[in-house]
């Protein structure tokens, strides 16, 4: 494990299908700093702290693999009504840590991005574009921001953006919602969701276009174990391992109260780590419901994050100076105890 941070955690016995050397994905915290995560290695440290001034103000961060490139939205005024939002890009490759630039404005794109009062709070790097729902939780609007590019060069030289109603095509139909998290399948091109309300979904993209197709998957109802040993619906933030031969979720806790009675009984700000069993197919549950309880739990970390991106092939290896999560030795210490207790226990409780 990096120096230079406080990376809380606790490993439980859970066995995953993904290589832990390709497992290495992004996350942006509260702060608008850039960490690097792997669940499997027990791992997270600070790589790029962005140096923006507006707390919380930055969300729906994806990851270019094959570029080696982040993205994600930012709100560079304070939260509020007919907010407008910009579109920010760090080039690992070719700038060091802090070393933003902005890849698109509302004003460039014409749209804001968002919502009018929302951030998008998901989004995933596919085919040269970047995949989103924005914040207004009854929108049946996929949204694809194109980026156009010099020849084979990795310098973006323009945008435009593309918005797809899930809702005019055949089949099942798009349950809407807060986010949540999306991720993208670059393998299959299938686009898998996961919303504040527990849906749990996909989306074949390749089948955009042509609306006599069907081309959303209910996948099933996400719950977590709560402390009496009984389920919460829950929402988690998502990214592929770099292979895709697993799915992760995270838990975050971005308000006290949504943290109540979870396990481990987190605050404010933190995060719990999930693979999602056999997740390409719908949940095998008659009630329709996908429980992941402590089995499934693969790291506990502070701090969580607003969003999770995609997977490096090659990780970031050393951490860069950025602020610890303010979180107390006696507190991390009792919360892994009490994992432990619960752990050592777990086949009583439901599955």
């Given at each position: 494990m990096?120096?230079?941070?406080?990376?809380?955690s606790?490993?439980?016995?859970?066995p995953?299908?993904?290589?832990?050397?390709k497992?290495?994905?992004y996350g942006?915290?509260?702060?608008n700093t850039i960490?690097?995560v792997?669940p499997?290695l027990?791992?997270q440290f600070?790589?790029?702290?962005?140096g923006?001034g507006?707390d919380q103000?930055s969300?729906?961060?994806a990851y270019?693999?094959?570029?080696?490139?982040?993205?994600?939205?930012?709100?560079?005024?304070?939260?509020?009504?007919n907010?407008?939002?910009?579109l920010?890009?760090?080039n690992?490759?070719?700038?060091?840590p802090g070393?933003l630039q902005?890849?698109a404005?509302?004003?460039?794109?014409?749209?804001?991005?968002?919502s009018r009062?929302?951030?998008?709070?998901n989004?995933?790097?596919y085919?040269?574009s970047l995949w989103?729902?924005?914040?207004?939780?009854t929108?049946?609007?996929?949204r694809?921001l194109?980026?156009?590019?010099?020849?084979?060069?990795?310098?973006?030289?323009?945008?435009?953006?593309?918005?797809?109603?899930?809702?005019?095509?055949?089949?099942a139909?798009y349950?809407?919602?807060?986010?949540?998290d999306v991720?993208?399948?670059a393998?299959t091109?299938?686009?898998y969701g996961?919303?504040t309300n527990?849906?749990?979904?996909?989306i074949?993209?390749?089948?955009?276009?042509?609306?006599?197709?069907?081309i959303?998957?209910?996948?099933?109802?996400?719950q977590t174990?709560?402390?009496t040993?009984?389920?919460v619906?829950?929402?988690?933030?998502?990214?592929?391992s770099?292979?895709?031969?697993?799915?992760?979720g995270a838990?975050?806790c971005?308000?006290?109260a949504?943290?109540?009675?979870y396990?481990?009984?987190?605050?404010?700000?933190d995060?719990?780590?999930?693979e999602?069993?056999?997740y390409n197919?719908p949940?095998?549950?008659?009630?329709g419901?996908r429980?992941?309880?402590?089995?499934?739990?693969?790291?506990?970390?502070?701090p969580g994050?607003?969003?999770l991106g995609?997977?490096?092939?090659?990780?970031?290896?050393?951490?860069?100076p950025?602020?610890l999560?303010a979180?107390g030795?006696?507190t991390?210490?009792?919360?892994?105890?009490?994992l432990?207790r619960?752990?050592?226990?777990?086949?009583?409780?439901?599955?």
């Amino acid at each position: 494990m990096a120096s230079g941070c406080l990376c809380l955690s606790l490993v439980l016995a859970k066995p995953a299908q993904a290589d832990p050397a390709k497992t290495f994905f992004y996350g942006i915290a509260n702060n608008n700093t850039i960490y690097q995560v792997n669940p499997l290695l027990n791992q997270q440290f600070p790589v790029n702290p962005t140096g923006l001034g507006v707390d919380q103000g930055s969300n729906g961060i994806a990851y270019d693999t094959g570029r080696d490139q982040f993205f994600f939205f930012y709100n560079p005024t304070a939260q509020g009504q007919n907010q407008t939002y910009d579109l920010r890009f760090w080039n690992r490759k070719s700038t060091g840590p802090g070393s933003l630039q902005t890849v698109a404005t509302s004003t460039d794109v014409g749209d804001p991005l968002g919502s009018r009062n929302r951030i998008p709070t998901n989004a995933a790097f596919y085919n040269d574009s970047l995949w989103y729902f924005d914040g207004d939780p009854t929108s049946t609007i996929l949204r694809q921001l194109k980026l156009t590019y010099n020849g084979a060069g990795d310098t973006i030289s323009g945008t435009s953006i593309e918005n797809h109603d899930l809702n005019t095509y055949s089949g099942a139909k798009y349950a809407p919602g807060m986010y949540g998290d999306v991720a993208i399948n670059a393998k299959t091109g299938v686009l898998y969701g996961s919303t504040t309300n527990g849906n749990y979904y996909k989306i074949n993209l390749g089948l955009l276009g042509d609306t006599s197709n069907p081309i959303y998957t209910d996948l099933g109802e996400i719950q977590t174990l709560n402390d009496t040993g009984g389920y919460v619906t829950s929402g988690l933030q998502l990214s592929f391992s770099a292979d895709y031969s697993s799915l992760f979720g995270a838990r975050f806790c971005n308000e006290a109260a949504n943290c109540t009675g979870y396990v481990p009984s987190a605050k404010d700000g933190d995060g719990v780590y999930f693979e999602i069993p056999d997740y390409n197919n719908p949940t095998h549950n008659t009630d329709g419901t996908r429980q992941l309880g402590l089995a499934d739990v693969l790291y506990f970390g502070s701090p969580g994050f607003r969003d999770l991106g995609g997977s490096a092939t090659v990780p970031i290896n050393e951490a860069v100076p950025g602020p610890l999560p303010a979180l107390g030795l006696a507190t991390a210490f009792g919360w892994s105890r009490r994992l432990r207790r619960r752990a050592s226990g777990s086949s009583s409780l439901p599955r």
